[in-house]
């Protein structure tokens, strides 16, 4: 099955940081893109977190989201 994204994006507007994540997204994948996640999220005012594209899922990747999500607040 071929991907259709790139398994992690991040684009920044307007102080709006759109992070998108596809395919699996589990221990492995959620250590290789964790600093550049957090990197990519210093100085955004807004945080739009996409995951429409993850196959998978475990307690690292869900950590990632939520480790994302929760500097928002």
């Known amino acids: 099955m071929a991907m259709s994204a790139a398994p992690f994006r991040a684009e920044m507007t307007q102080g709006r940081l759109h992070l998108c994540f596809a395919g699996p997204l589990r221990a492995t994948e959620a250590a290789q893109r964790w600093r550049e996640a957090h990197r990519a999220r210093r100085g955004a005012q807004q945080v739009t ?20 999500a929760g500097e928002q607040a």
């Open 49 to 68: 977190l996409d995951a429409r594209e993850v196959t998978a899922l475990d307690a690292a990747g869900a950590a990632l989201l939520v480790s994302l």
